[in-house]
């Protein structure tokens, strides 16, 4: 859901259990009976009274359009989210919402899926500018209950918390039955995503890309506590267009996916989110720097991953921390880096946080001078 506090009530739109029929090629106007609270103000659009856990249904039979309007525009900043809950009863031939500005203008269309048996949530990231209002279109016979909206933050994602499937522009469902852990979606420009699970049993993820060719699989093992996974160029060799996964659990299933940044263009000290087995076979070409690639681990993101080209890269961010920790005779001593030179510590090691505070202060409180590595490190 949005993060804006000026969120709309659930019985955004309701009142009493109004049916509406609207046959052939019909308009109609309503004036939408919520108040908005926008900047510390509130606009009463109508004082009709509102009834709580109703919504406003609509039953089509050919094609109509249902127009809302603000009693007053509203202005839009940049990445202005509007937020859509709704139910389809009856999936209509096409579904699409229009949204349009003061003088009339068409602001943004974009279609609204039309999944039945689940409720159903559409974020989509409006242009800056002033609203006055939007416009639902139907083709073909369908019914569709409105039951929520709101306008905040564009947030991309994917989200099925076990009743609502909640989706954006960034991550496009497809196909598939959300409470069966069976989906599809599409990435139109990400470099990669993630995907937290909560379920039991097995997983089967298949990926393909933007060209012929371009096809993985992936079995995962999840646990009902939630896992987060990490797919991206480097981990699958291409960056993913369309995924399928398909759940065998036991009990409920919720998930969220979220899309990921090119590496290219994110800061390489930010570590990227990747599960410990995609580590183990990711693409060094897709490294930031050809020394280190820096990562976190998508379940516990304060835990942070190096992988390094080489010992001798790595000897210079962890020997003479690697002694400080755990050789006995020489731990919890820092001494010049010549004393070190030639001398092997660990080809792999855990460090705490609290061991690596003891070693920067007493490096600190003894002035012994830094390597660039280490200074990094800090």
């Known amino acids: 859901m949005p993060k ?10 309701a009142w009493s259990s109004l049916l509406l029929t609207l046959l052939g090629c019909q308009e109609t106007s309503f004036p939408a009976p919520f108040s908005l609270h926008n900047g510390g103000q509130t606009i009463q659009v109508s004082s009709r009274p509102v009834v709580p856990s109703s919504g406003l249904r609509f039953e089509n039979s050919g094609a109509s359009r249902w127009v809302f309007t603000w009693e007053a ?3 839009l900043g940049p990445r202005t989210s509007f937020h859509l809950e709704y139910s389809v009863q009856e999936t209509p031939d096409s579904l699409e919402i229009v949204f349009t500005s003061p003088d009339g203008r068409s602001l943004k269309t974009a279609p609204l899926p039309g999944l039945t048996g689940v409720r159903l949530g559409y ?6 500018g002033n609203l006055s209002g939007f416009t639902l279109q139907a083709k073909g016979a369908g019914a569709v209950t409105i039951t929520a909206s709101a306008l905040g933050e564009s947030d991309d994602r994917l989200v099925f918390d076990g009743t609502t499937l909640t989706q954006t522009e960034g991550v496009r469902w497809l196909s598939g039955n959300p409470e ?7 990435l139109p420009g990400a470099d990669g995503f993630t995907l937290k699970l909560s379920a039991s049993g097995q997983a089967v993820a298949r990926f393909a890309g933007a060209n012929a060719g371009e096809r993985a699989t992936r079995r995962l093992t999840l646990e009902p506590v939630g896992q987060t996974f990490s797919f991206t160029k480097g981990s699958l060799g291409f960056s993913p267009r369309r995924v399928d996964l398909s759940l065998t659990q036991g009990g409920s299933v919720s998930y969220e996916v979220r ?3 090119s590496p290219s263009r994110v800061d390489p000290l930010r570590p990227l989110p990747i599960d410990p087995g995609s580590l183990l076979t990711y693409d060094r070409a897709a490294w930031r720097r050809p020394d280190f690639e820096l990562f976190s681990w998508g379940a516990f993101p304060h835990v942070l991953l ?3 080209a080489d010992y001798a890269g790595q000897a210079q961010f962890f020997r003479r921390l690697g002694f400080f920790v755990a050789v006995k005779g020489e731990a919890g001593q820092i001494e010049p880096e010549e004393y070190y030179r030639g001398r092997h510590v660990y080809n792999a090691h855990d460090y705490r946080p609290e061991d690596l505070a003891r070693f920067f202060e007493l490096a600190r409180s003894s002035s012994v001078s830094l390597n660039e590595q280490e200074t990094l490190l800090k």
């Open 306 to 308: 190096f992988d390094f």
């Open 73 to 75: 525009p509203i202005p």
């Open 123 to 128: 974020d989509l990231t409006l242009p800056a």
């Open 259 to 261: 899309p990921l940044e």
């Open 180 to 186: 069966a852990g069976q989906l599809s979606f599409s």
């Open 4 to 13: 804006d506090p000026r969120r709309i009530p659930r019985n955004f739109f």
